[in-house]
């Protein structure tokens, strides 16, 4: 148990919807990524939040948004779905922002949409 | 631009047979090369993080080695619980501490 949560585990919708997943990073973890996971495509990195502001950004589409709270977790919003989003999106947490950093990842949630 | 290559895509080897994957990597600067472990459907889990060239790690059955262009991950006489896909990071000086992954290599351990 790598210490990092994600919630729900699975997530079925249709397309055209909207959906928002949640991260619990590790205790005393200050940053946040989001990652796309796909059959074809491997690990993708989509953004990265550190204590509440954003970090970096990677390949994320214009209708995916993300946010980090105070309390440090951070939620990731996915709006007009697509049967291409279908996907696992992991989250993972590190300490800070430095070099060398070990990222630990959640469980994941998997999304279908249908 | 930073890159990493990871083979064979698959690996299929008998109980106690050992053997060994690769990442090769061109990056700008390596800051760390990372190793995870991921089970299907799972999150991957960190295995090792090596920095320079001629680096070494090990954990139980697995070796990590690093060179200036490469790194391998050696399994010695592996057991069926060691299949999953290995996926290989590196974090380079001009990626603003991102790390760019690997497809992965898919072991299969059979017994």
């Known amino acids: 148990d790598s210490g990092v949560t994600q919630t729900p585990k699975h997530l079925i919708t249709a397309t055209g919807q909207r959906v928002t997943l949640r991260c619990s990073p590790r205790s005393g973890d200050l940053s946040v990524y989001w990652y796309q996971q796909s059959l074809d495509q491997g690990l993708q990195f989509l953004i990265q939040y550190y204590n509440g502001e954003e970090r970096a950004k990677g390949n994320i589409l214009e209708r995916f948004s993300a946010q980090q709270f105070p309390d440090l977790h951070s939620e990731l919003n996915l709006s007009s779905l697509e049967l291409g989003d279908s996907a696992l999106y992991f989250c993972?947490?590190?300490?800070?922002?430095?070099?060398?950093?070990?990222?630990?990842f959640g469980p994941g949630t998997r999304l279908l949409v249908l | 631009e930073d890159q990493v290559t990871q083979s064979p895509e698959a690996l299929r080897l008998q109980e106690g047979e050992s053997s060994s994957l690769n990442c090769s990597y061109t990056v700008s600067g390596l800051r760390g090369l990372f190793w995870y472990r991921q089970d299907p459907g799972k999150g991957p889990e960190f295995l090792f993080t090596?920095?320079?060239?001629?680096e070494e790690k090990e954990k139980e059955r697995l070796k990590a080695t690093l060179t200036k262009k490469e790194s391998f991950l050696h399994i010695t006489a592996p057991k069926p619980e060691d299949s999953a896909t290995y996926l290989c990071?590196?974090?380079?000086?001009?990626?603003?501490?991102?790390?760019?992954w690997g497809a992965g290599t898919k072991l299969i351990i059979k017994p």
């Open positions: 993972a947490s590190s300490v800070g922002t430095r070099a060398r950093e070990t990222q630990y």
């Open positions: 090596l920095y320079s060239a001629g």
């Open positions: 990071a590196v974090q380079g000086r001009d990626s603003n501490y991102q790390l760019i």
